[in-house]
């Protein structure tokens, strides 16, 4: 007799992506409504891969935000966040950042149909830059 609702063994475990294969430097995209995180090619771009739970993991461990981008709607535009608050944003993902007045900082308006929300640029630090400083790296 089988055993219902267990996976054949046989089967291979499916090994959810990380960000080994990642470029050194890459944007994120923080989809407005859903605040969920997506791999962009490109600043303004909305559409991407989706983070997995070990791709948000590596970007944690391993991530460096060097520039944050806020782009609203002109008929958003008094809804725009505190530059403060556009600055704080990788920290609501716990995405290690430098010191805020070292980061750099953009807010656009952009036209109607155009995407809008947050954009992070990422560095992927090394093994030896992770060893070495823990949170801050050499500027």
Known sequence: MGRDGLADESEPAVVEKGLEHAPAEFWVHIQPATQRLLLVPDLGVAEGEEFTARMMADLQRAGWCEEV???????????MPSQESILRAPSLYHIPTPLLNRMKME????KQGEPR?????????????LSAGGEHPAA
């Open 117 to 129: 929300g947050f954009w992070l640029r990422v560095r992927m630090r090394s093994a030896e830059e």
């Open 107 to 110: 807010t656009k308006l952009v």
């Open 69 to 79: 981008a806020y782009h609203a709607g002109y008929d958003q535009y008094w809804k």
